[in-house]
């Protein structure tokens, strides 16, 4: 039985770099180490909720419930650097206030959240906690499938133009390619039936967030930035425990 080729293994490592703040070399974002490790983010997902699930599963046994899950949701934003909700944030500035479409750029670029995207975070926040802690006492493989759908829906959104030639959002609408899409949809597929129904409302819900997300990004922005790749992933994420905090 032969082992994963290198190339397999450079692939997901820059995989790792680009969606986890891990010591790993940084992806290049407009090159082919890029587009080769798109479609290894579902995988990435399933790493990244077996790690969460282990430490609020033990977190659990000293401390109570309600605790372990605040603490799961920040190593959650850790993982990733705090980036995604970083991007939520801005997003909710950017895209929900009256404001013409020039100052929706400048605020994406604003470091400073105004009152939208504060709210928004504290609202998000709040509701990532209380779904994470039903899904844990109700459907644990919820906090498997959350991370992969994230990550496996975003990719999606390399669909749709980018708002501007250069970043992230460009780099996302070069690299994705109906054979990406395909590769990576795999993962997903595979694992969705073992949350039973609960997975079909999942990604019902993710995959309508990850579509209303983008429709706004190109009415307001003009296409789809950074910033809205890592909201989606956010969105994607906590519908999906929301999903499974049915009971």
Known sequence: MSSPSPSFWNDLRQALAFLTR??????????????????????????????????VQAAQLVISPLIAAVLGVFAWAGLSGFLHLDALADCWDALFPPLPPEKRHQVLKDPHLG????????????????????????????????????????????????????????????????????VSSL????????????????????????????SLARRYLGGVTGDVLGAAIEVSEVLTLLAFSIP
């Open 187 to 214: 993962l997903p597929l595979i694992l969705l039936p073992l949350g039973g129904w609960r997975s079909g409302v999942a990604l019902l819900l993710a995959a309508l967030a990850t579509t209303t997300l983008g």
């Open 115 to 182: 009152a939208f995207g504060v709210t928004g975070l504290v609202l998000h926040l709040l509701l990532k906690v209380a779904t994470l802690l039903s899904t844990l006492s109700l459907h644990p493989i919820g906090l498997l499938l959350a991370p992969v759908l994230g990550r496996w829906l975003v990719l999606w959104l390399g669909l749709l133009p980018a708002a501007r030639p250069e970043g992230l959002g460009a780099a996302f609408a070069r690299a994705v390619t109906p054979r990406i899409l395909g």
């Open 22 to 55: 891990l010591p790993l070399p940084s992806p290049s974002h407009a090159g082919t180490d890029f587009a080769r490790a798109l479609p290894w983010f579902p995988l990435v997902g399933l790493g990244m909720g077996a790690i969460l699930f282990g430490l």
